[in-house]
């Protein structure tokens, strides 16, 4: 009698009429946080997201990822995905029947509470708060830009949300993408390991990290503050505090004027 097979009751399997190349190889994961990124340069994933604990938790399944070539719904044969501005102008812009069909196919099978979002430098600058939102959502489908970007018909008919790295531009959306998706899975429940991780670094409570010291005790004349080493739990911690009000005070003036909003208005 032959064993019986593996029970994979957390896989989702769903029709699609689109081709098969579209498809992610990894099985859905029902109930598993997952990151769809629209891009012309799939091969960019998962990249930096493949190594270390982002790495290891894709492999264990706590998290998905799945690409999708903009390319494949692109015009004619050669697969046209842009053209030129109008109204004139250099470069070249995302057409909205191509980006429209690729939308449309990603967030066909999507549930739930699941945004779409364009990396973007005229969205909302990326925050901790913004990260841990994601993070309690279903999933997030990432729209990665080339060129001059997109056409606004877009991201008028689907309500998208622009999202912005910083306060720059950059050649596409691919880099800013990995980086929410690493600052969004970090806090997922078992990515890190340890969940006290995330709730002391920085902007966790509105505050700069405190400054962090191990082995040697004594490094080029440098010593480790004696209060920690004093094993004293609580004075650590009044130290910590004290260290991440100094320096979020300093380097990071609108930071502190809101913490101390935050402060004044819960006292």
Request: charged share 25%; with cysteine.
């Amino acid at each position: 009698m032959t064993a019986p097979s593996k029970s994979h009751g957390r896989k989702a399997i769903r029709p699609t009429l689109k081709p098969r190349e579209l498809m992610t190889p990894t099985p859905d994961l029902a109930g598993v946080w997952k990151a769809k990124i629209i891009t012309l340069f799939p091969s960019a994933f998962p990249g930096v997201l493949g190594e270390s604990l982002t790495g290891k938790a894709l492999q264990e399944g706590l998290w998905q990822l799945e690409t999708v070539d903009l390319r494949e719904f692109g015009i004619g044969k050669h697969r046209n995905v842009d053209d030129t501005p109008a109204g004139g102008g250099a470069g070249m812009v995302l057409r909205p029947d191509v980006l429209g069909e690729a939308i449309e196919h990603t967030m066909a099978d999507t549930r739930g509470n699941w945004p779409l979002v364009y990396l973007s430098p005229r969205g909302r600058r990326m925050d901790q708060q913004m990260m841990q939102s994601f993070a309690r959502c279903d999933g997030i489908t990432l729209l990665c830009g080339r060129f001059e970007g997109v056409d606004e018909r877009v991201l008028e008919h689907y309500g998208i949300q622009e999202v912005s790295l910083g306060d720059f531009v950059m050649t596409g959306g691919e880099l800013a993408a990995q980086a929410l998706i690493d600052a969004t899975v970090r806090l997922i429940p078992g990515v890190l390991g340890n969940q006290a991780s995330t709730e002391e670094e920085s902007f966790s409570s509105g505050l700069l990290e405190h400054p962090q010291y191990t082995r040697p005790a004594e490094w080029k004349g440098r010593e480790i503050p004696e209060v920690l080493m004093s094993g004293h739990h609580g004075r650590i911690a009044e130290w910590r505090h004290d260290m991440s009000e100094e320096i979020t005070r300093t380097r990071r003036p609108d930071l502190w004027e809101a913490y101390c909003r935050k402060t004044r208005k819960g006292g």
